[in-house]
């Protein structure tokens, strides 16, 4: 069964840090991108991608609120991403929600699809609760 798997996540104060982990099973990461996504109460609908990763080359993007805060690494011998939150702020509690895109070698440089183009991701994990609060 393909599925992706989050763990990582709890409740800290602000200022702390946290290490989400994200593992594929039923299928390898090195052929993935890999985005995480920050949900809010709302579901599905309020999902806001936090951070990403390319395959092949390790390429990383940022929303401009994680830069300098959070880092997302991938390790293919593994099989494992994951997403370390350094200097936690209360806005940034929610579900951590891991997404794989699907992007071999020989299609060329990936590179984060549009916001609203979700559907491009294809595998979502459960995702793992993250709170920060005094």
């Known amino acids: 069964q393909v599925q992706l798997v989050e763990s990582g996540g709890g409740s800290v104060h602000p200022g702390g840090s946290l290490r989400l982990s994200c593992e594929p099973s039923g299928f390898s990461t090195s052929n993935y991108a890999f985005s995480w996504f920050r949900q809010g109460p709302g579901g599905e609908n309020t999902r806001a991608r936090i951070a990403s990763i390319s395959p092949h080359d390790g390429t990383t993007y940022y929303e401009r609120s994680a830069k300098e805060r959070f880092t997302v690494t991938r390790d293919d011998v593994t099989n494992s991403v994951y997403l370390q939150m350094n200097n936690l702020k209360p806005e940034d509690t929610g579900i951590y929600v891991c997404?794989?895109?699907?992007?071999?070698?020989?299609?060329?440089?990936?590179?984060?699809?549009?916001?609203?183009?979700?559907?491009?991701?294809?595998?979502w994990g459960q995702g793992t609760q993250v709170t920060v609060s005094s």
């Open positions: 997404a794989a895109d699907y992007f071999p070698e020989d299609w060329g440089e990936w590179s984060p699809p549009p916001e609203f183009e979700q559907s491009e991701y294809d595998y």
